[in-house]
């Protein structure tokens, strides 16, 4: 969930004129990106060797 300061943020990186899509792609971005944090900051995460191994697997 964001804040009102992150849209308010998010909306002040924006140019003075834009689309309300364009806002929304920002919001979206942003908000994955502070959940993406949040998931790294409980350990949450897969290293890029076990993905890397993940990987390997399917083309066995």
Not at 26 to 41: C, H, M, N, P, T
Not at 45 to 52: A, G, L, M, R, W
């Amino acid at each position: 969930m964001l804040s009102k300061d992150t849209v308010k943020k998010t909306m002040n990186n924006l140019p003075d004129s834009f689309t309300l899509d364009e806002l929304i792609d920002q919001l979206i971005f942003v908000e994955r990106v502070e959940s993406g944090i949040k998931q790294a900051d409980n350990k949450k995460t897969v290293s890029n060797e076990d993905v890397k191994s993940i990987i390997e697997k399917w083309s066995s």
